[in-house]
């Protein structure tokens, strides 16, 4: 599977041009910052702080509510906004750097190791293609694509899927990546063999997630383990919900594109203008979400320059409008509200769209 060029299209020949003009002005450096190191810190401290809070039994029932949702929030938080640029290797301008930032997910209860294959990998490159996006694939009660299976249940989906994304987070520490490292094929991974390594680690930090999570404050702390198991549940409700909407809204929505190979394995596009076909900007003025998501918000600033710092975003996004107007070509752009209107709108076309997948 690969696309038929890289670019073919002055316009983005120009836009390339542009963004390297501006990464040059700011001395080249396409990496995090004083700025970027010091939110991530903020971060990890908040979550730690939470927990230890929680572990103290100090707080009565509605802010020890409150403050599970904030650290569930955090959690996704640092995924946004440490662990990846981090597994981007543009957290850090050292490569080792990156790869232990890295593993702040894995303390957040993913795996480092299949997120780089599923994100970087497969999503990166192959944005919305079928048999190739498997960020999109890996869930099959959600259909995205006439060219996945149709299932009876999908006819329902726009009803059910707002209770699948409050589960998405724990459906990913339970579910995805082990059932992903037991797959042989993997988009254009044929027959793949995990190292002994990974999976050691794996089952390491799966434990000690859990064993953060639920042992210490039920059978150490002593906190009756049905409310740690309902903190845990509200945790993963509000991780979920946040995680859900990033992905959904910057792929999901009416408009973005999603396309299959041809029986060559051909895409008859180049790789820039399926990027850009298949993404969708959300509230890029909102200095609030972008600080939030970690960029995300500005997401095709990020699909077509995946090596620079979310820190550029904002700039480069500014670029892509002007570059767009001055083209006469539409910038593609929802606002938040308007962009989970169209994503429930894109999820009952593709309940309905045919079944292409055979």
């Known amino acids: 599977m690969k696309f038929k060029s890289k670019n073919d299209s002055a316009f983005f020949t120009e836009l390339i041009k542009k963004v390297d003009v501006y990464i040059n002005a700011k001395g080249g450096n ?16 908040l979550y730690c702080s939470s927990y230890v809070l929680l572990l103290s039994r100090s707080l009565n029932t509605i802010l020890s509510v409150l403050l599970v949702i904030i650290m569930g929030l955090t959690a996704v938080m640092i995924v946004f906004n440490i662990v990846h640029d981090a597994s981007h290797n543009v957290l850090f301008k050292n490569k ?17 190791y299949i997120w780089n294959i599923r994100h970087n990998i497969q999503h990166h490159t192959f944005t919305n293609v079928a048999g190739g996006d498997v960020l999109l694939d890996s869930i099959p009660f959600i ?18 899927v707002p209770v699948m994304y409050m589960l998405y987070s724990i ?17 254009n991974y044929k027959n793949m063999k995990h190292a002994r390594q990974e999976w050691i680690k794996l089952f390491f930090f799966k434990s000690f997630y859990l064993f953060y999570m639920i042992i210490i404050p ?34 999901c929505v009416e408009g973005a594109e999603y396309v299959a190979p041809d029986e060559n394995g051909i895409i008859q596009n180049s790789w820039l203008q399926h990027e850009w076909n298949a993404t969708y900007d959300c509230n890029t003025d909102s200095r609030l979400l972008h600080w939030v998501t970690g960029g995300l918000n500005t ?50 076309s593709q309940a309905n769209a045919p079944d292409l997948s055979k």
């Open 30 to 45: 396409r990496f995090g910052n004083t700025y970027i190191y010091s939110k991530a810190i903020f971060l990890v401290i």
């Open 171 to 187: 459906f990913w520490v339970f579910f995805i990546d082990i059932n992903m490292f037991k797959q042989k094929n993997m988009g």
């Open 96 to 112: 080792s750097y990156n790869r232990i930032a890295a593993y702040f997910g894995d303390l957040m209860g993913m795996n480092s």
């Open 218 to 251: 039920a059978f150490i702390v002593n906190i009756p383990l049905s409310i740690v198991l309902t903190g845990f549940l509200i945790y993963h409700v509000a991780a979920g919900t946040l995680l859900s909407l990033v992905v959904v809204l910057g792929h």
């Open 299 to 348: 997401h095709i600033a990020h699909h077509l320059f995946p090596k620079l710092c979310y820190r550029h975003y904002l700039e480069v996004t500014k670029i892509i409008k002007k570059h767009c107007s001055e083209h006469n070509i539409k910038y593609p752009h929802y606002s938040l509200g308007t962009a989970i209107i169209s994503h429930f709108n894109f999820l009952k």
């Open 143 to 160: 259909r995205v694509s006439s060219q996945q299976k149709k299932l009876v249940m999908h006819k329902y989906q726009v009803w059910y």
